[in-house]
């Protein structure tokens, strides 16, 4: 543990070392006098496997696995890309799926040659998140979001991070890709999901310090 970020009783460890969930989380947290930190700050934790069915099942998973591992409150978010033409994958191997060390980018030429045949009336999608929180003593939150868009022909935008460049939000006519953080931050379903799980927030770490 780096002698220049001690936890405090009042740090949150977010359980991921992905630093564009890190930097989204981190922001949606300002103001509730937190410290936040990284896996980053805990190297003797290794990989987390997900082995969990569903979103809730790895958000809860990772979370439980931290909180139990650091003595700190955890926060942990599971989430990924539902197309509906292929029947809601790649869904929980989003991250991973064109294989077990898949990049951004190789993930997204996988889905735009999957896709390559699919009318634009097949593209709906949705971006799903799980948000949970636990406390070594046991205490649990969990909160979720969506986030309703299509899959372009081609990706869009240098911001963002995963399939964000091509994720189309019909409503802005931008991809996630080409939003200021703050824009997505108020559309995403990870904003959506870390809102309301903060809104149970002051009764949870009530709980959490018991």
Avoid at 53 to 62: G, M, Q, R, S
Wanted: charged share 20%; hydrophobic share 40%.
């Amino acid at each position: 543990m780096p002698e220049t970020t001690p936890p405090r009783k009042n740090s949150v460890v977010l359980a991921t070392r992905n630093k564009g969930k890190i930097a989204e989380l981190s922001a949606l947290l300002v103001g509730f006098g937190v410290q936040v930190l990284g896996l980053e700050s805990f190297p003797d934790i290794g990989e987390i496997e997900e082995t969990g069915a569903t979103f809730a099942e790895n958000a809860a998973l990772k979370a439980r696995t931290v909180a139990q591992a650091t003595g700190l409150v955890a926060l942990a978010d599971d989430s990924g890309l539902a197309v509906d033409a292929l029947s809601g994958a790649p869904g929980v191997y989003s991250a991973r799926y064109s294989g077990e060390n898949a990049t951004d980018a190789a993930n997204n030429a996988k889905l735009l040659k999957t896709l390559q045949d699919v009318p634009e009336a097949g593209r709906g999608c949705r971006f799903h998140s799980v948000v949970a929180a636990v406390a070594p003593n046991g205490a649990e939150i969990l909160a979720q979001g969506r986030w309703e868009g299509r899959v372009l022909t081609s990706p869009r935008g240098a911001g963002g991070f995963g399939y964000d460049p091509l994720f189309l939000d019909p409503g802005l006519g931008r991809t996630a890709a080409e939003l200021t953080p703050a824009e997505k931050n108020a559309r995403s379903h990870r904003g959506q999901a870390l809102r309301a799980l903060l809104q149970d927030w002051p009764a949870f770490w009530a709980k959490a310090q018991a």
